[in-house]
């Protein structure tokens, strides 16, 4: 047999005079062709007998060989490989056990190494490098490499291990598990034998079996120091197979699944990689496309890095296409990806880009969370729970946040807090582009109609209802239930931006009907904080009533509209809309209407000066109130026209009034917006009596109420004539914490 050192040598001598000729150093070819700096000086020394087929193949593209060069360097590799020896007379030894001597007698001496060459332009992840470092520390470390697709798990685990001072010493493998791929898994054998071929056991002792080929990989890696690269795996159930025994080794996966599995059965420490910071991104785009170029263009790039959501895999195909049209600016770049029905097909070069590995993602998930994601893709908000992913998906809240939990582990959808999951753009926009029921978005634009009428409900009992539901409404399978008040003001300020875009999402789609009511529903929010700008929501649902010729749903959103304008400083505007607004509920007999809009008049009245004339108005809201039995808006009426009375200096009046109010009976331990100001009056007139003790109690218990209502304007209101009559420290405090709040709320 032939024992292969000459031609190692010969090799090796081939190898270092195309590297010279070249002009590459050892690190510098080590890098292009992903093999270690150690394992290319072994070859060129001739201490290495033959790499294998793949390390070749790497070596002359590095080297940029031609298919001539690259065949003679194989053949002079192949003949450092050994042969078996063969002996009709010698005893072979089992399978599952190579020889009396033990596993170690079928290695070889040098270290095997199947990585992939390091990734060229990776840049930033310094956090998740550190991680990584941490979770292979240890014994036997299992590490869980976990990421939507994208994100760039694969480059930065090959980053990590050429660049690992510390790593493992007896060899480095690796496998392509192709867990999200469309050519198909290798089986866990396939997988085993490369894994033994590379540790130096010859094929015809390697076992046929599954079983009997991981006990040998375990039994080879049992006192060794390896690193185990696996690389795209599915699920748990692929990975064990194929992990090595031992305490020594290191084993990583990737993967775009959590497997909480090998968290359970082998302890493995997850490392979650996320998309890039803006200015990674932008780094990112610097590596590929050249320093300059993207620094001409500072704000362009950090746009399409926006653009790109900090995807790497997206960046590249950015940078790709720049590459390749180095007259185009970054700026008509980011132009053309702003356009959203367009951003996906431009994130895709050939087979690979954004939409196709969401593809092969979604491709390993079970049929009906597919249509599930697909729906998801239609919610117009920017998070999501599980009643209105039921509402999507036209199923219930149990089953829908088990798919939205299996959604969450593929990295499709994120849970940035319990119970709130949210899509990455890029993961929205496929979404969309798949097929999903025509219903779909009506079916959640109800939801939230039905939800935010519950929490009415339990922020203002005994309120009216503002209207009707629509003809054609889709009731939800579940709606979310409110124990108290707090539940729903707690519901309301983390679900104000989803309604905000629901309405823009049911103008959109020209659903007049549902996009004035999902407003009109919001009112509670709207009184509470009365200045955060909502007149432009409020113009978009009065032109949908319009649209929608209801003329009971313009009279109450003009009513709110001008009593916005009127809190806003822009009275006359206010007037036409509230003057209307008493004019069309008359005309339609809504006399709850009339006189809501007759209360808010009298504010717009009393702003420009017209006291008498807003207590005249508040008077007329009474006697409707009464003629129809409504307590509620007789006592909203009286509380109007104390206000009115007290600015005038009217003050026995203005006592005697909001007294009145105050003895008006209301749900027990509740706390109501009318009240806290009713009681606010009262102190007023107290201290303008001359009553100065019971005015300032009177004003301190309107605020203290206001305070664990969380109504800021109340406790404004209060406060400031509080600080007239008591200017302690204590009273300052909280009256500019009050006010802190309101005016820094966006």
């Known amino acids: ?341 367009r951003r996906l097909s431009l994130l895709d070069l050939e087979d690979t880009g954004v939409r196709a590995a969401l593809h092969l993602t979604l491709q390993q998930l079970p049929a009906h969370l597919s249509g599930v994601f697909a729906h998801l893709g239609r919610h117009p908000g920017t998070h999501v729970d599980r009643y209105a992913a039921a ?70 009992p005994g309120s009216e209802d503002c209207f009707p539901l629509p003809s054609d409404f889709l009731p939800p399978a579940a709606v979310r239930r409110f124990d108290d008040r707090s539940a729903a003001v707690a519901w309301y300020a983390a679900e104000r931006d989803n309604l905000t875009r629901a309405v823009a999402a049911a103008d959109a789609a020209l659903l007049h009907d549902r996009t004035w009511r999902i407003v009109m529903t919001m009112w509670p929010l709207i009184v509470w904080r009365v200045r955060d700008g909502w007149a432009p929501l409020l113009q978009t649902a009065l032109t949908a009533t319009r649209a929608d010729a209801d003329e009971h749903g313009e009279a109450r959103v003009l009513n709110v509209l001008g009593w916005v304008l009127t809190e806003e400083d822009r009275t006359p505007e206010a007037l036409v809309h509230l003057e209307a607004a008493s004019t069309l509920a008359a005309r339609a007999g809504d006399a709850f209407a009339e006189a809501n809009a007759l209360i808010v008049l009298a504010m717009a009245q009393a702003s420009l000066g017209g006291l008498e004339e807003a207590a005249h108005s508040c008077d007329r809201a009474a006697g409707l109130a009464r003629r129809i039995g409504d307590r509620r808006m007789e006592r909203l009426a009286v509380q109007h026209l104390a206000r009115h009375q007290a600015d005038a200096g009217h003050w026995q009046q203005a006592l005697a009034t909001a007294t009145h109010a105050l003895a008006f009976e209301r749900p027990p331990g509740t706390t109501d917006i009318p009240h806290v100001l009713l009681l606010a009056i009262k102190g007023e007139a107290l201290l303008g009596l001359g009553r100065r003790a019971e005015g300032i109690t009177q004003l301190d218990l309107a605020a203290r109420e206001a305070e664990s209502a969380g109504y800021d304007d109340g406790v404004v209101r209060a406060l400031t004539a509080l600080l007239r009559a008591s200017a302690s420290p204590d009273v300052r405090a909280r009256y500019d914490a009050a006010l802190a709040r309101l005016t820094t709320r966006t």
């Open 391 to 460: 509402a999507l998906a036209d199923t219930d809240p149990m089953a829908a946040e088990s798919a939205l939990e299996q959604l969450a582990a593929a990295h499709l959808l994120t849970e940035t807090a319990p119970g709130r999951w949210v899509m990455h753009d890029l993961v929205r926009l496929y979404a969309r582009s798949l097929d999903a029921h025509p219903d779909t978005l009506k079916r959640v634009l109800d939801h939230y109609i039905a939800t935010a009428i519950g929490a009415v409900a339990a922020a203002e």
């Open 1 to 341: 047999m032939h024992d292969g050192t000459s031609s190692g040598r010969n090799f090796g001598q081939r190898l270092r005079a195309l590297r010279v000729n070249a002009g590459l150093s050892q690190e510098a070819l080590s890098h292009e062709a992903g093999v270690s700096v150690r394992a290319l000086a072994d070859m060129e020394r001739g201490r290495t007998r033959g790499p294998q087929r793949r390390t070749v193949r790497a070596l002359a593209d590095a080297l940029g060989l031609d298919g001539a060069g690259a065949d003679e360097l194989e053949e002079a590799a192949s003949l450092g490989r050994p042969r078996p020896c063969r002996s009709a007379d010698a005893a072979q030894p089992s399978a599952a056990q190579p020889s009396a001597a033990g596993p170690a007698a079928a290695m070889t001496t040098r270290a095997p190494d199947l990585l992939p060459r390091a990734p060229r332009g990776f840049h930033g992840r310094a956090s998740e490098l550190a991680a990584l470092t941490r979770a292979t520390v240890g014994e036997a470390p299992l590490c869980l490499v976990v990421g939507p697709a994208g994100v760039g798990k694969t480059a930065l685990v090959l980053h990590w291990a050429h660049r690992d001072p510390a790593g493992p010493t007896d060899g480095r493998l690796y496998a392509d598990l192709r867990g999200f791929s469309g050519m198909g898994e290798p089986a866990a054998v396939e997988v085993l034998r490369e894994f033994l071929a590379a540790l130096g056991v010859p094929q015809e002792r390697i076992p046929e079996s599954e079983n009997g080929a991981a006990a040998l990989f375990r039994s080879l890696a049992a006192d060794r120091r390896l690193l185990v690269v696996l690389d795209n795996a599915r699920d748990s159930e692929q990975v064990r197979p194929l992990l090595p025994g031992g305490d020594r080794c290191v084993t990583v996966v990737t993967s775009r699944h959590r497997l909480p599995g090998l968290i359970v059965s082998d302890s493995a420490r997850p490392v979650a990689v996320d998309v890039l910071a803006p200015p990674d991104g932008t780094a990112l785009l610097a590596r590929v496309l050249g320093a300059r170029r993207v620094h001409a263009e500072p704000a362009a790039a950090l746009r399409l890095a926006e653009l790109c959501g900090g995807l790497p895999l997206a960046l590249r195909v950015v940078a790709a296409r720049l590459a390749g049209r180095p007259d185009w600016s970054l700026d008509s770049m980011a132009a053309e990806l702003s356009d959203r029905t």
